[in-house]
């Protein structure tokens, strides 16, 4: 953060998955739906799934219809993710950068 600006969180009045949703977001692509694909080539779109994860947890959570390209569909899955407790499979939540437990007292 700069010298007398304030982040984006702090700004805002958003709701916990919002916030969470924007620091995936910022770590894994900072917040760009078209970044380069990452982890090799293998990480896609704003949140960085990979396309066996996505499918994976498409299929676990019902919803066989979202498509990784769309950033949408992503966002989705993240909420469906992180709410059932698959939020580990970003380094960001499981290296404690995002710190799951903070953002949902908030």
Request: proline share 4%.
């Amino acid at each position: 953060m700069l010298w007398g600006t304030a982040s984006p969180l702090e700004t805002v009045p958003w709701t916990k998955f919002e916030k969470i949703r924007y620091q995936v977001g910022w770590y894994e692509s900072r917040n760009n739906h078209n970044v380069k694909p990452g982890d090799n080539g293998l990480a896609f779109g704003k949140y960085q799934f990979h396309k066996r994860t996505f499918n994976w947890m498409k299929g676990l959570a019902g919803m066989p219809d979202l498509n990784i390209a769309i950033e949408k569909d992503q966002e989705i899955l993240l909420k469906w993710a992180i709410e059932n407790g698959y939020g580990r499979h970003w380094s960001c939540i499981k290296d404690g950068r995002v710190k799951l437990w903070a953002l949902m007292q908030s």
